[in-house]
């Protein structure tokens, strides 16, 4: 059974940090990419980042680079997003999501994901 168990949101103020823990089992790490996909209420579900196990590639969204890293640990068949210097446009609900690798740019809106995990609510206080 595939499964993906996010985990680390919270209540934060503007400009700290969390990171999310997103630990996936029942396939195989390398055949799929990972991302991080975001929804705040009355807004459009957003892919927020993606990393490819294959060759390590990662990818961000607009609004978040430079300031989230995403990284793995296949020995722990986890995948982390590192949130640094949070605005309050950051509070949303938190998924992660699987794809066959092929497919990564999938995450950009989160259309044709191939596995989702519960989310999680980051909430950024100003």
């Known amino acids: 059974e595939v499964q993906l168990q996010a985990s680390g949101g919270g209540l934060v103020q503007a400009g700290g940090s969390l990171t999310l823990s997103c630990v996936v089992s029942?396939?195989?790490?390398?055949?799929?990419?990972i991302a991080w996909i975001r929804q705040a209420p009355g807004k459009e579900r957003e892919g927020v980042s993606c990393?490819?196990?294959?060759?390590?590639?990662?990818y961000y969204a607009d609004s978040v680079k430079g300031r989230f890293t995403i990284s793995s640990d296949n020995a722990k068949n986890t995948v982390y997003l590192q949130m640094n210097s949070l605005k309050p446009e950051d509070t949303a609900v938190y998924y992660c999501?699987?794809?066959?690798?092929?497919?990564?740019?999938?995450?950009?809106?989160?259309?044709?994901?191939?596995?989702w995990g519960k989310g999680t609510l980051v909430t950024v206080s100003s």
């Open positions: 029942g396939f195989t790490f390398d055949d799929y990419a």
């Open positions: 999501a699987a794809v066959g690798d092929s497919y990564y740019y999938n995450f950009r809106d989160g259309d044709g994901m191939d596995y």
């Open positions: 990393i490819r196990d294959t060759d390590g590639s990662t």
